[in-house]
């Protein structure tokens, strides 16, 4: 299981003169499910977002399946389809039903015919435990909800890689449980996936990796035993006292 | 007063139900194209352009922003009045003849067209700036491309919300075609300006005028506003307990109050 998805090397991104990220070297192998933690601000999401090209890098390789996807004329709406990502505000689209949501990606971009697509779609929902729903828009389903059927939308692609910016930021404690279900059985099932996360515990449990960010450089990385457990660097040992010690 | 209404209306009704006609036509076509040509500027005005797209893509797109930023100023920051005689005495005059509106209902539908694109090429903009930007970059991230991305997600959206501004449009239309009469085109208005010339019952004219007007605008409004109600949707929806291939699988889990109870075991 050592193959090489994601290569990330030398990676920075400034904001006008904000340096957000700096000189970030990071890789990912298949079947590696990657935390991503540390205090906001640190530059995790922007990181995802690179790694997505929802931003573009200032400077660095983004090297997958051993493809520079930073390289001009290279085509990023493929190499998306190819990597799920799952919203902090799951960005469902509201014009369109929980079904039509998770079928708009395999009709338009994989051009799967509507049969296909319909019974593709209604496995991933029933997966993530939405397939009554599928009627729903959705504004009229719960936060925990929409993140499930968010899940599902980016599963239909069936990608390779998924990314999840802080999934269960903006639900209440109770929708958070719902859906770290959904991701930990998607973990049994080994998917790759990168995970920035202020769930610890999730972090500590699930993650075969954990990465600690602080002020846009990778502070410290390793098995979770040892990030949670032992951690070397002080920053690391302050930002865990904050989630532990109380 | 009242006699003198039913007298000039059963002796002219003909003339102004033809003016009627030619109105809302005028009206309901000029919006249509106009929202057409409104969407077209609108998405061609959001194509983004990168650092790294190659420097002909980003020449194309600037020069093309810049056409419709002149298109969008001149047809909205002149009148439309003047825009008619421009356009329909400056299209023989400046090609000596060679080419002419052949019909004049055709050259008022072009001037209305053109002058609603105007107003809804921002307007379009403004619907598409009020569409939340989650909406794109979660299109983008199940790989859509910019067309795509509009014309299934965003799009729609923005249509949803610039509604009330068509239906503006459309009365603002109705009302303002009344110009054409500039380049004789028998309108409603040009009706009347018709009928008072040899009547000269100004005022009677007037109040069958005004009755016509606002029925056609009323109504407008009626209908928008059921538009604007079917687009919204249901608010119910239904719950599809039974679903072949939930049964099939036989994995059907979802009652709530299990999962809480896997949730407190773990903290």
């Known amino acids: 299981m050592d193959e090489k998805i994601l290569q990330v090397s030398h990676l920075s991104k400034s904001f006008g003169n904000n340096v957000v990220l700096r000189d970030i070297d990071f890789s990912v192998n298949v079947g590696d499910v990657t935390c991503v933690i540390g205090v906001s601000g640190s530059g995790k999401s922007t990181l995802l977002r690179c790694i997505n090209m929802l931003e573009t890098p200032t400077s660095g390789k983004i090297v997958f399946h051993d493809k520079d996807i930073t390289t001009r004329g290279f085509s990023i709406p493929s190499y998306r389809a190819k990597v799920g990502m799952v919203f902090q505000n799951f960005n469902l689209f509201s014009n369109l039903s929980v079904l039509e949501n998770c079928m708009i990606g395999q009709r338009k971009v994989l051009h799967r015919n509507r049969e296909a697509a319909e019974k593709t779609a209604k496995e991933y929902l029933e997966k993530v435990g939405m397939a009554p729903y599928i009627n729903a828009k959705p504004r009229q389903i719960s936060g925990g909800q929409k993140q499930r059927v968010a899940i599902a939308r980016a599963l239909a692609m069936e990608p390779e890689v998924l990314l999840f910016d802080e999934p269960t930021s903006a639900l209440d404690p109770q929708m958070v449980g719902e859906v770290l279900d959904v991701m930990k059985t998607l973990v049994s099932e080994g998917l790759t996936m990168i995970v920035v996360t202020h769930e610890m515990a999730f972090a500590r449990d699930v993650s075969s990796r954990a990465v600690f960010m602080k002020d846009g450089i990778i502070c410290e990385e390793g098995p979770p035993e040892q990030i949670f457990g032992n951690p070397e660097k002080q920053e690391t040992k302050d930002f865990l006292s904050r989630f532990f010690n109380h | ?267």
């Open chain 2, 1 to 267: 007063m009242g006699s003198d209404i039913v007298k000039l209306w059963t002796e002219y009704h003909r003339l102004f139900l033809n003016g009627m006609e030619k109105t809302i036509v005028l009206a309901l076509l000029g919006t249509a194209v106009g929202c057409l040509i409104g969407l077209l500027c609108g998405i061609l005005q959001t194509i983004p352009s990168t650092k790294t797209d190659n420097p002909v893509k980003k020449f194309f797109l600037k020069l093309l922003r810049v056409i419709i930023r002149i298109y969008v100023e001149v047809f909205r920051g002149t009148p439309m009045i003047l825009q008619a005689v421009f356009i329909y005495y400056g299209l023989p005059y400046i090609t000596g003849g060679d080419a002419r509106f052949t019909s004049k209902l055709l050259a008022a539908f072009v001037i209305v067209s053109i002058n609603t694109g105007a107003y809804m090429a921002e307007s379009v903009r403004g619907g598409i700036l009020s569409v939340d930007l989650g909406q794109t970059e979660g299109a983008k991230s199940i790989g859509m491309r910019h067309f795509q991305t509009m014309f299934y997600i965003v799009l729609p959206q923005a249509l949803r919300n610039i509604m009330p501004q068509i239906g503006n449009n459309l009365i603002i239309n109705i009302k303002d075609t009344s110009i054409l009469f500039i380049i004789g085109f028998t309108e409603f208005f040009a009706e009347f300006r018709a009928i008072v010339g040899t009547t000269n019952m100004y005022f009677p004219a007037a109040t069958i005028e005004m009755i016509g007007y606002l029925l056609m605008t009323v109504i407008c409004s009626i209908i928008l506003r059921y538009v604007e109600k079917k687009m919204d949707g249901d608010d119910s929806y239904s719950l599809v307990q039974v679903d072949h291939l939930t049964m099939t699988a036989g994995t059907y889990n979802y009652p709530v109050a299990k999962k809480n109870d896997q949730k407190k075991g773990e903290r």
